[in-house]
Nanobody
Framework: QVQLAESGGGLVQAGGSLRLSCTAS????????MGWFRQAPGKEREFVAA????????YYGYSIKGRFTISRDNAENTVYLQMNNLKPEDTAIYYC?????????????????WGQGTQVTVSS
């Protein structure tokens, strides 16, 4: 089992920045990708970003590319999502997830473990 705990959400004005953190515990050696997804009210869960847990490779969803950056600190078992130039349409609950699959990392179905989510609200 892997446990994930997110932090860092909040309320920010458009154009502002936030950094989300996700700390993993438990059987972290089984993880291959760590990802961030988000879900706004009435919408499908959307892929935001993913990072290979032990090797190179970062991947981003189209709507946030160039504004968000995913990174990791293996010593701290933590993944970060730096979000810059936030827009009102970025408002959602953001979820951290871990997958032991080596492919399809943009699809939420392959992620085995999920955090509780953290609310991000961007005001206009």
């Amino acid at each position: 089992q892997v446990q994930l705990a997110e932090s860092g959400g909040g309320l920010v004005q458009a154009g502002g920045s936030l950094r989300l953190s996700c700390t993993a515990s438990g059987r972290t050696f089984s993880m291959y990708y760590m990802g961030w997804f988000r879900q706004a009210p009435g919408k499908e869960r959307e892929f935001v970003a993913a990072i290979n847990w032990s090797g190179p490779g970062t991947y981003y969803g189209y709507s946030i590319k160039g504004r968000f950056t995913i990174s990791r600190d293996n010593a701290e078992n933590t993944v970060y999502l730096q979000m810059n130039n936030l827009k009102p349409e970025d408002t959602a609950i953001y979820y951290c997830a871990a997958s032991n699959s080596r492919s399809r990392f943009t699809q939420y179905e392959v992620y085995n473990y999920w955090g509780q989510g953290t609310q991000v609200t961007v005001s206009s």
